[in-house]
């Protein structure tokens, strides 16, 4: 048995595109399945390996293939050691699958540190997609702690931590802080840094920006599926309350734990992927629902 771990985006097409995010997948979908699938991520190969559509429904099998630093076979009972047997143009296929609700805009994303990331996945669709923007898969935080964090009428503090970051200009696009994350890594070359924006202690009163504290939050989110993320939190308080409450948002994301079978050959079968995904979406439907339905629709 394997567990799989499984969080939740809300797709964020650019304004100035008619196109859906469901036409994308299904325009490679009926396309060849040949190299013309391929799209470069820093060298890495991306592809739709293979995917489906029912109704409402969009599921997707995305692969991540090393070419490099490909591992060892390795033996239990006699220690051997030996190289795989590759052609040229063939390397380790990293699977990460995803189900795509075409009405919530919602995406159940298989997590996969070898895998295919939600950033791969973004730059693959907007690509494939040609739009003039990045397609945005916004990580969804529970229901609880968002409408605790909206109901803020003051936030003091506002807190993000990254740390054994290899790329920092990822974070150059994550609002203010993100662009001083990436610029204190650069110029001091330090593996961890840390930003906090606060009103200061004693008796000062007021409010960081809500409106930009907000943009912050949201911005980090898009990013918090890296490793390096190690910290994101916001402190505040309702107007009418006197308790400062921290909210630590990397422990409120959504996210479900679903258990499968291997297969014969010791991996997650397709099917095995699938029915997770169905599995975590059914138990966040009601919530996913009040969030993402109109009131009447």
């Known amino acids: 048995m394997a567990n799989i771990k499984i969080d939740f985006y809300r797709v964020q ?35 739709l390996q ?5 109704g409402d429904w969009r599921y997707a099998e995305m692969i991540r293939i090393r070419l490099d630093e490909v591992p060892l076979r390795a033996s239990l009972s006699v220690g051997s ?16 699958a995803f189900l795509y609700n075409t009405n919530l805009r919602v995406m159940a994303l298989q997590r996969n540190r070898f895998g295919v990331s939600p950033n791969m996945i973004s730059l693959y669709f907007t690509m494939k997609g040609h739009t003039n923007r990045f397609i945005v898969l916004q990580p969804i935080i529970q229901l609880d702690a968002f409408r605790r964090v909206s109901k803020f009428g003051i936030i003091r503090k506002f807190d993000i931590r990254i740390a054994g970051l290899e790329n920092f200009q990822d974070f150059r696009g994550m609002g203010y802080s993100g662009h001083a994350l990436a610029g204190l890594m650069e110029n001091f070359r330090a593996p961890t840094v840390s930003v906090s924006l606060s009103m200061g202690k004693g ?41 400062i409450e921290v909210i630590d948002l990397l422990k409120d994301r959504m996210t479900e734990m679903v258990e499968v079978q291997l297969d014969q050959n010791r991996r997650i079968p397709y099917e095995g992927r699938k029915t997770a995904l169905r599995e975590a979406l059914r138990r966040r439907s009601d919530e996913l629902a009040r969030m993402f339905v109109l009131p009447g629709d």
């Open 13 to 47: 097409m650019p304004e100035d595109t008619q196109t859906t995010f469901e036409q994308i997948i299904d325009r490679v979908r009926i396309g060849p399945n040949d190299a013309n699938r391929n799209e470069d991520y820093r060298g890495v190969p991306v592809r």
């Open 50 to 54: 293979e995917s489906s559509a029912q």
């Open 81 to 96: 050691i030996g190289p795989f047997d590759f052609e040229e143009d063939e390397g380790i296929g990293e699977e990460t």
């Open 203 to 243: 008796s000062r009163r007021g409010s960081l920006s809500i409106e930009a504290i907000m943009d912050e939050i949201r911005s980090a989110m898009r990013l918090s599926e890296s490793n390096a993320v190690q910290k994101i939190e916001v402190t505040g308080r309702e107007y009418n309350e006197a308790e």
